[in-house]
């Protein structure tokens, strides 16, 4: 084998497509949403994973409130200031889900609504960047 075919050999494997931060917004926005909906289906037996889907979402709600809250974020001041109302009115919702007051319904909503968000703009701007 020559130093060529083993270099493809050895990182033929490792080749992971580009990703724009969009994208990447978009993959963890569906990984939790996906999970909110499974614990949501599982009703009362699922409220260990629901309790888990509920951190992991608000991890990343929290995440996006930094982000936008920074000086330097590019998104637009209005938009900015409506991801920051969503993140904590997550958080807020979170809390009576796992009081069990409400349901994970409006979340798993606003997360879809941010997946269609994400997907569009990818799609208007050519893939473009994210909340950050």
Do not use: C
């Not at 978009?26 to 289906?41: G, I, P, Q």
């Not at 009703?43 to 994973?49: E, I, P, S």
């Amino acid at each position: 084998m020559t130093p060529l075919s083993q270099a493809r050999a050895a990182y033929a494997g490792h080749a992971q497509p580009t990703r724009t931060a969009r994208g990447t917004e978009y993959e963890l926005f569906a990984r939790v949403t996906h999970r909110l909906k499974s614990a949501e289906a599982l009703g009362r037996d699922g409220f260990a994973a629901l309790a888990g889907a509920l951190h992991d979402n608000r991890q990343l709600w929290t995440a996006l409130a930094g982000d936008v809250a920074s000086p330097g974020n590019a998104l637009p001041a209005a938009l900015r200031a409506r991801i920051f109302y969503l993140a904590e009115f997550t958080a807020l919702h979170s809390s009576r889900v796992l009081a069990r007051e409400a349901g994970p319904g409006v979340l798993i909503e606003i997360n879809t609504a941010m997946m269609r968000g994400l997907r569009a703009g990818a799609a208007g701007s050519g893939g473009g960047e994210g909340a950050g």
